[in-house]
Structure formats: structure tokens, C-alpha cells
């Protein structure tokens, strides 16, 4: 399962975080976010549907939805019941690889240190982390925390909140 797949990843949360690196115009950003909604309540989209919720003309949404595909960061995949619009490739672009927002490896480096599966608050958290912190420094809060016995996220939190005043 890709990391965007998670049930634990907001997806438009990671949209809007990187809405600069994704250079979105706001027509697209629009569309993307409504698809987004839409797929993660398994409704399902038309073209007219996003019109009305968009509010965009017919050909307006046309060019987004051209541009959208273009960039690859959607496709549309008609069958004999529906229509899906996809938005996969939003998240699989080289912005999002270099990004890293969830980091597999090191959610199973801390259930290897916690003994036990995180939660998704716990799977979230380390996500944030990820985004503010370089991986290094995570790791190096987790087995300070290990050292010490302190096996909990609280723990692992203030040494990263100590750590970044430290400027290490």
C-alpha cells in the first residue's frame, strides 16, 4: 500500500502543505481538493457535478481537468458504470517523493522500539515530525528515549522540542 493510501494520511492536509512545490493554480487547486473529497467519500464525480461545486464554466473546467491530466497528476478512467477521476499522481510526483511526508521506515522503526503497532494519532504525529524535523534528529530523539526508558511519544516530543532549541 503507497503511503497516500494510509487511512492515517489527510490528503488534502498534504495538498495544502505543499501547495507551493505542487504550483497549483487556484481553478486547479479547486478541482483537486473537490475530487479529493468526493473519492474519500466514495461518491461519485461528473464533470457536471464539479462544475456545480466549483463553480467554474463548462470550458473553464474543461482546460483544468486538461491541465490536471497533462501534469499527471490525475486521470480519468471511464468503465461501463462510471467515471473515476484518480488523483494518484498527485502523489507520486517527484514533489512528493522528495518530500517524503510519511516515511514508512520510520513509523516501523519506532513500533520495532515501542514493541508494540503505533496508533494513527501516533502515525500522524510522526508524519508532523517528519515535516519539521530531519529524519536523523527523529531517530536520534527515539533512541535517546529508548536509552532512557522513556518509550513514549510525549518523551520522544520534548527531546525533539530540546534538540531543535540546541540547534542540532
Known sequence: MKW????YVNRRDWILDNLENLKLSPQELMVVITIDFYNENRTDISMDILQKKTGLDMDELNRVVSVLCAR???????????VQFRLDGLFDTDTAKDIRVMDSPL??????EFGRP?????MQ??????????RKTIIHALREASAYQKRSMSYVESVLRNTGRKGQ
Open 4 to 7: 497516500y493510501e494510509q487511512k
Open 72 to 82: 499527471h497528476y490525475l486521470d480519468i478512467m471511464a468503465s461501463s458504470r462510471n
Open 107 to 112: 513509523i516501523e522503526l519506532f513500533e520495532e
Open 118 to 122: 503505533m496508533t494513527p494519532n501516533e
Open 125 to 134: 504525529k510522526i508524519s508532523e515530525w517528519n515535516r519539521i524535523y530531519p
